[in-house]
C-alpha cells in the first residue's frame, strides 16, 4: 500500500519516528524534513492532492495537536481524514468511515500509542454494508 506521510514542525518529531518503526511501508514522504517551520494546510494539500489523483492509497498527516492538519484535509471532496488520540478511534475510523487519512497531533500522543494507532490503521478493514451509503452521504448531503 503506497502511503504518503506529511508533518508540519509540530508533528516532525513524531512522522520521523513512525517511518523508523514502520520500515515495511512503501512511504512517500512530503516532509517537514527538519523542524522548519511550515504551514499545516500546504502539509496538508500537497498530501490530500496525490490521493485524489491516484498516486497514493493513503495519508498520514501530523501537526503539533492534528486538529489543524485534519480540518484542512477534510476540505478535499473525497478525503476523509481522521483525527486518532486512542486505539478505539483507530479501529473505528477504519471500520466505520473508511477513513483514507489518519491525522495525529505529534504533541499529544506518545509514540507507543501513535505507533499502536498507526498499526490499526494499516490492518483494519472496512466494514461495508450499512455504512457504505453514509460514506456516500458525506459527498451528497455536506455540499453547501
Ligand atoms: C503549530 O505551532 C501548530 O499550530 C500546528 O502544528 C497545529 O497544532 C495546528 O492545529
Known amino acids: 500500500m503506497k502511503t504518503g506521510i506529511s508533518a508540519d514542525h509540530g508533528g516532525f518529531e513524531l512522522k520521523e519516528a513512525i517511518r523508523q518503526e514502520f520500515k515495511n511501508i512503501d512511504w512517500v514522504d512530503f516532509g517537514v524534513h527538519s523542524p522548519e517551520p511550515a504551514d499545516y494546510p500546504d502539509k ?35 478525503i476523509r481524514a481522521a483525527l486518532c488520540h486512542d486505539v478505539f478511534t483507530a479501529e ?22 501513535a505507533f499502536r494507532i498507526v498499526r490499526l490503521f494499516f490492518d483494519t478493514p472496512f466494514d461495508g454494508g450499512r455504512h457504505e451509503k453514509r460514506i456516500e452521504k458525506i459527498d451528497t448531503v455536506t455540499q453547501g
Open 44 to 78: 496538508a494539500a500537497e498530501l490530500c492532492r496525490a490521493i485524489l489523483s491516484g498516486q497514493l492509497d493513503r495519508g498520514i498527516l501530523i501537526c503539533g495537536t492534528g486538529i489543524g492538519i485534519s480540518i484542512a484535509a477534510n476540505r478535499f471532496r473525497g
Open 92 to 113: 473505528m475510523c477504519r471500520r466505520h468511515n473508511n477513513a483514507n487519512v489518519l491525522a495525529l497531533g505529534g504533541r499529544v500522543l506518545d509514540k507507543e500509542m
